[in-house]
């Protein structure tokens, strides 16, 4: 279902699964730390931030395109550190953000999201870390240049996309999650297809055809396993 307004989330507690919010969430165990970038790229280093100190779990993290590194960040927090919301601020048209992964993913609370709010026309934003859900997660996008996750997703929890008309939203890698997946708004979504990504699954899926063909039996054997047991979970969708 949909809550129409604000929330608030008092410690430990959490949404649930298949719970949008048509409003802003707050998180009273949580500290907004908003980049400042005078050190270096680094998400760990305790001087990139306006409150000195480190990111750790429960923390909303606002980047900007601001400091030494422009907007070209690392991602070096370890997986321990659970982020309740990663949000990239408008630059004002002026840049672009692109998060690498130097460690390990982005980890996500429960109910955590990430959100891109940048206005910038000409480019997509790209988040090259990967990402590990520890419950339901929401990705949103406003960005008219869109947002691209280069890295997989992964981790237990259903996964909600909020798009509009100028903010899609790309999912470019094999991701594992073992969640849903909604999409709410009316922007657009893109994600790869497992399998035919790289150009050695390409040469993988070719060699197939050099294999020695199946036996009639074994073909009469597969379609009976198809018709009873995958096609009645799959044909109503179509």
Do not use: C, M
């Amino acid at each position: 279902g949909t809550v129409h307004g604000n929330v608030i989330l008092y410690p430990g507690a959490t949404l649930g699964n298949g719970l949008t919010i048509d409003g802003t969430v707050t998180h009273l165990n949580s500290s907004i730390l908003t980049w400042q970038g005078t050190s270096d790229a680094n998400l760990s280093t305790a001087g990139n931030w306006d409150l000195a100190r480190s990111p750790a779990t429960g923390d909303s993290l606002v980047l900007t395109t601001a400091g030494v590194a422009a907007g070209t960040l690392t991602n070096d927090l370890p997986s321990t550190v659970q982020l309740w919301s990663l949000t990239l601020d408008a630059s004002g048209g002026a840049g672009t953000y692109h998060l690498d992964d130097s460690a390990s993913p982005l980890a996500l609370q429960p109910s955590g999201s990430i959100t891109d709010n940048n206005d910038n026309n000409s480019a997509s934003d790209h988040i090259a870390a990967g990402l590990v859900l520890n419950g339901p997660a929401t990705i949103a996008s406003t960005n008219p240049g869109g947002i691209d996750f280069d890295g997989s997703i992964g981790g237990t929890g259903a996964l909600t996309l909020v798009t509009s008309s100028a903010g899609p939203i790309a999912l470019n890698a094999d991701n594992t999650y073992d969640g849903s997946t909604t999409v709410n708004g009316d922007g657009s979504v893109a994600g790869a297809i497992p399998g035919a990504k790289r150009p050695a699954q390409v040469l993988e899926n070719v060699a197939a055809s050099d294999l020695k063909r199946l036996s009639p039996a074994t073909l009469k054997q597969i379609r009976r396993i198809y018709a009873k047991q995958i096609q009645p979970l799959v044909h109503h969708y179509w």
